[in-house]
């Protein structure tokens, strides 16, 4: 690595990069992502991943303890369910500014972890996007080091595989107590096969297009919402009213009500319920019943929800829907951060501490 270059020789603060530097920027950030991706892999144990040239000292450092957690994560994984076969990321650069000798350069990382032999009807890999600040320096030749990664993820979800944090605490809601939830589920896998049908043909509701408004707005979402800071639950209302779900009366007044379930032009006309993990559960199960509590993560198909509580406190942290369902497997998609078809015991694996609630949509 070379030195740092005299300040006097350097950009204006606060310029918008040049093509050239922004295409420099690019391929370090392309490379760097893509080796972090490939830790998790297969491919790390026969080439472990190395890192890029254009990194500085200190963030090698970093970085080689952190591939060699993720290696280790992915061997877990692999005896789990078969782990990951291969990665692919995709980039793109959102906005690149140069102040002195330091670049700081906005990106989203589109990755995609395929499964290994997925059978036909099976996804074929898990997909996430991810945000990233990314700080760079320039050396005596003029050219960039790579000098530090901020991923910019809410850790109130399940963390993208390739990043090694745990969930954290979330606020309780501010709504009345509603008593005691129905008993955690199981996580065991007890052999049973999914029921095949919709979960209640009689109700009216589309399952179908719950499950498939997912597929759709799991990245970019759906313009016609706002988007909330902690989007999970906002997201999974979304998929609820694409599959039927009605609202109910309210107003400001009522917006903290648990049995009340609508949306307004904002935040302080809609109700809690509608973003509020906590808040859903008592209004899905409890209130409305349109939702039954499973005994079991695994009895959950297409289009059910499952809420965790990661501490195990009482208070439902994050909701995620099932996508795809095949015997032996279910496949969870949710927002926060935005998260494609992840194998179910992928997520338990994880974290199994955490307490499971799977309702029956």
Known sequence: MGATAPTAQADEPGTPASAEDTAQFTGIAQAYLQKRAE?????????????SADVSPDLAELLEADFAALAEQGRVLEGVNGGYSSAEVDLLVDQATVSGNTATVEVTEDTKLHYPDPQPGEPAYEEYSLPHT?????????????????????????APTTQLTQPVDVPAPDSEPEGDKAAA????????????????????????????????????????????????????????????????SGSAMSRKDNNKWFYASFTWTTSYTRAGAENWYWFASKHSKRTKILNNVW????????????????????????TARTSNEAYLTYH?????NKKLSTIVAQNRGAWWYPHRT
């Open 39 to 51: 830790a998790v892999t297969a491919l790390s144990a026969e080439l472990p991943p190395s890192t």
């Open 134 to 158: 990314l700080t760079y320096t320039k050396a005596v030749d003029g050219t960039w080091d790579l000098t530090n990664d901020l991923a910019r993820v809410d850790w109130t979800g399940p």
């Open 185 to 248: 589920a199981g996580t065991v896998n007890d052999g049973l096969d999914p029921p095949t049908e919709e979960p209640d043909p009689t109700s009216g509701y589309n399952y179908g297009n719950m499950a498939s408004y997912a597929d759709r707005h799991w990245k970019r979402g759906n313009s016609d919402y706002r988007v909330y800071g902690n989007d999970c639950t906002n997201f999974i209302s979304q998929a609820m009213r694409a599959g039927g779900w009605g609202t109910t």
């Open 299 to 322: 009895h959950m198909v297409r289009s059910d929800v499952l809420q965790a509580d990661w501490r195990r406190d009482g208070i439902i942290d994050h909701s995620m829907i099932v």
């Open 336 to 340: 926060t951060p935005s998260t494609h």
